[in-house]
């Protein structure tokens, strides 16, 4: 097979038009999720939650949340493993899932997860039972009857019910079936999948390597492992070379050849077009760090700085925050990694702009 020879532009060109953040904006929520396969869920919501803020990275403020929502409450979107997913792709998780628990792997921490299940295996009946009889419920409603306390040196250390049930999801018993405000509401996971055939592994690992490769772009092959979501394709797509970038890559020959137009976009810190950052560096050269863990003092960009993307471009980073009790969204600084020109600096106001005005929030620049 032909390897393909790649420029870096050619590159980062695939890369953003896969993630639908060139100029032709799309046009439905559900499209979006759909091409990009996943919405991620994370708690931090400096200006909005992840999964709003990607969509409105796409969709602009035609975007509501209450679409979101209302798909999530339709079980058109389903919510798995943190994930955001389109319904009908939980047939390319269930038989993997109905494998479980399986050997434990070569990893010390598959075996404790492995025996610590099997010690409280009573535990996980009485879950099932409850809500089979009662379900959905948050966690806090369902019994702790474990033997074995869950061992950890950070939070989870002691959360026996809800590790429990994150272990349950992985073998198909369980599944959220809505939220009630922060709280996850569980339910056996044959009362909230879907009832469509189930695709055999190793054909659905195929299917996940190639859809993942659409909504990517450009990947590599093999890479670390990444327990939820992986970042490699396997053999999808066909075999390329960028210029300048050690290594081959696999490229959705789809995207090859195709007229770009790119445009301005803010993007969050968990975005998929950047959230690989040894990528993100090898193809875009661009330098980023989420540094809301770090001490103020030490930070170079902001707690929550959003990435700016113009064209094919990753060019600086947005410090902004939204404050909601005051009505503001508060910019605090605009870091160029190369210097704005004016058309540049144009469009990125105008999508700082329409970034208030979706929040609605009023704008407050620096002086």
């Avoid at 532009?9 to 993630?19: D, G, L, N």
């Avoid at 050997?103 to 025996?115: F, L, T």
């Avoid at 950047?274 to 103020?296: C, G, N, S």
Wanted: charged letters at 30%.
């Amino acid at each position: 097979m032909t390897v393909h020879e790649l420029s870096r532009t050619e590159a980062r060109r695939i890369a953003v038009r896969a993630q639908l953040l060139d100029g032709s904006r799309p046009d439905e929520m559900l499209d979006v999720v759909r091409r990009l396969t996943l919405l991620q869920i994370d708690p931090t919501a400096a200006i909005a939650p992840n999964a709003d803020l990607v969509a409105w990275s796409r969709l602009g403020s035609s975007y509501s949340p209450a679409d979101l929502n209302a798909a999530l409450e339709n079980r058109t979107l389903l919510e798995l493993r943190a994930m955001i997913r389109p319904s009908e792709d939980l047939a390319l998780y269930r038989a993997e899932m109905a494998e479980r628990p399986g050997p434990a792997g070569p990893i010390s921490w598959q075996a404790y997860r492995r025996d610590w299940v099997r010690a409280n295996d009573a535990c996980r009946l009485d879950i099932l039972d409850r809500l089979g009889s009662s379900g959905p419920l948050p966690s806090r409603d369902l019994p702790d009857t474990c033997k074995v306390p869950w061992k950890s040196t950070g939070w989870t250390n002691n959360r026996n019910v809800t590790q429990l049930l994150e272990i349950m999801v992985l073998r198909g018993e369980v599944a959220i079936a809505g939220r009630r405000g922060r709280d996850r509401l569980w339910d056996l996971a044959t009362r909230v999948y879907p009832d469509d055939p189930v695709v055999p592994v190793d054909e659905a690992l195929r299917i996940r390597n190639e859809r993942r490769l659409c909504a990517l772009g450009i990947a590599r092959a093999r890479g670390p492992e990444c327990p939820v979501e992986p970042a490699d394709v396997g053999d999808a797509g066909e075999p390329a070379v960028v210029e300048g970038v050690k290594g081959t890559w696999r490229v959705d020959p789809s995207q090859l050849g195709r007229p770009f137009s790119g445009r301005a976009a803010l993007l969050s810190p968990f975005d998929r077009l950047i959230h690989e950052r040894k990528r993100t560096v090898e193809l875009f050269e661009f330098d980023y760090q989420l540094e809301m863990y770090k001490p103020a003092a030490n930070r170079r960009w902001g707690y929550f700085a959003l990435p700016i993307l113009y064209g094919d471009r990753l060019v600086g980073k947005l410090d902004a925050t939204a404050d909601r009790k005051a009505g503001v969204l508060q910019v605090h600084a605009i870091h160029e990694d190369v210097p704005f020109t004016r058309t540049v600096t144009a469009a990125i106001g105008r999508e700082i702009k329409d970034l208030a005005q979706w929040l609605g929030l009023d704008l407050t620049l620096p002086h």
